[in-house]
């Protein structure tokens, strides 16, 4: 992948609507080598998909709760029960296994605290856990989901 590839994928990240003729004006290419590249990223899984994002308050998720967890059980058979029951949870947005204190750390949308409660209580009936800890997000300072692939890394 080369600078051309990364400053194609920046402005992906930044706009997904815009035209191959837009992108390609933005990074010096005519259209066919630029869609042929896009095409390239998409079929190597460097562009995985394209999304719209959207404000969790304009669509009634304004809670944001990260979730820890520490395994009760570390056998393949308990990991790939939690990893199924967590990951077809629709609250979940994000889930990673860690390295540390926690096994595992969630990221959950929801609308309001009852609503984390019934979270709450179906992942913990769901799956035998050893602890887990939930931190509520009072304000989002930064988030997005663009990686600085044309920004020089030091």
């Known amino acids: 992948m080369d600078l051309i590839d990364r400053k194609i ?15 390609a004006e933005r990074v010096a290419l005519s259209p066919t080598p630029c869609w042929k590249r896009i095409q390239r ?7 995985q998909g ?3 994002l ?10 944001a709760v990260f979730v820890s967890v520490e395994a009760a ?10 990893s199924e029951t967590v990951g077809n949870m629709p609250e979940v947005m994000e889930i990673y296994r ?13 609308s309001d605290m009852p609503a984390f409660d019934a ?6 009936e769901a799956v035998s856990l050893k602890n887990v800890t939930s931190h509520f997000a009072m304000e989002r300072i930064k988030m997005t989901t663009a990686y600085p ?3 020089e890394q030091r």
């Not at 979270?119 to 913990?124: A, E, I, S």
Request: aromatic share 8%; hydrophobic share 50%; charged share 20%.
């Open 119 to 124: 979270f709450y209580r179906r992942l913990t």
């Open 149 to 151: 692939v044309d920004v």
């Open 98 to 110: 860690m390295a540390g204190e926690v096994d595992y750390m969630l990221k959950v949308a929801v």
């Open 9 to 23: 994928i920046a402005e992906l990240q930044r706009d997904a609507t815009l035209s191959v003729a837009q992108i």
């Open 73 to 82: 059980d570390h056998s393949p058979a308990w990991r790939d029960a939690f």
């Open 50 to 52: 394209r999304v719209a």
């Open 41 to 47: 990223l998409e079929q190597s899984g460097v562009i």
């Open 54 to 63: 959207i404000s969790p308050v304009a669509v009634g998720f304004g809670l």
